[in-house]
T-cell receptor
């Protein structure tokens, strides 16, 4: 059974800092890994999708890496802004479904 | 291109009642998945529909059922509501060329917030 863990559960940093969010998973037989952003009471916004054959993906200030052998992914956010405050969810794609971590609640302080 | 839309956005029911939630998939997508997200938790997979057939189910009892229509829209039905069914219900659409695979990116709607009293 796939299990996904995100550490830390919450993170608060001053504006402008670079930061890393961590995601680990127990079964390396995955199709893909997807990072999402969720604002309070809202749905999920897809940030980055990494296929199992890829090592990383970049979009703007975001960079996500994938290391299947160690069961880890990281989301790197450069030059953080108050608008980046949200919960970030990592999800591992298997047959038919995504398995989610519990998320990291990120607060960027002006 | 329209995104995933869900209705209603909020609803309140009492224990024992039944509820139907609706989802319109993103244009061109033929697969719909439903997830339940309790407060403070990550979403949990309920089931997936591909070409109007259930194509995978999570650890949810039979009182959670669904439908997918020829236009790829979908419904989630929950019977005999329990207090523990209170959650945000998320619909996601994707384009899967093969049944049983999940190589594509999932796009989520804003969710339906269900409160059971």
């Amino acid at each position: 059974k796939q299990e996904v863990t995100q550490i830390p559960a919450a993170l608060s940093v001053p504006e402008g800092e670079n930061l890393v969010l961590n995601c680990s998973f127990t079964d390396s037989a995955i199709y893909n890994l997807q990072w999402f952003r969720q604002d309070p009471g809202k749905g999920l916004t897809s940030l980055l999708l990494i296929q199992s054959s890829q090592r990383e993906q970049t979009s703007g200030r975001l960079n996500a890496s994938l290391d299947k052998s160690s069961g880890r992914s990281t989301l790197y956010i450069a030059a953080s802004q108050p608008g980046d405050s949200a919960t970030y969810l990592c999800a591992v794609g298997g047959a038919q479904k995504l398995v989610f971590g519990q998320g990291t609640r990120l607060t960027i302080n002006p | 291109e329209t995104g995933v839309t869900q209705s209603p956005t909020h609803l309140i029911k009492t224990r024992g009642q039944q509820v139907t939630l609706r989802c319109s998939s993103q244009s061109g997508h033929n697969t719909v998945s439903w997830y339940q997200q309790a407060l403070g938790q990550g979403p949990q997979f309920i089931f997936q529909y591909y070409r109007e057939e259930e194509n995978g189910r999570g650890n949810f009892p039979p009182r959670f059922s669904g439908l997918q229509f020829p236009n790829y829209s979908s419904e989630l039905n929950v019977n005999a509501l329990l207090l523990g069914d209170s959650a945000l219900y998320l619909c996601a659409s994707s384009l899967d060329g093969l049944a049983g695979s999940n190589t594509g990116e999932l796009f989520f709607g804003e969710g339906s917030r269900l409160t059971v009293l």
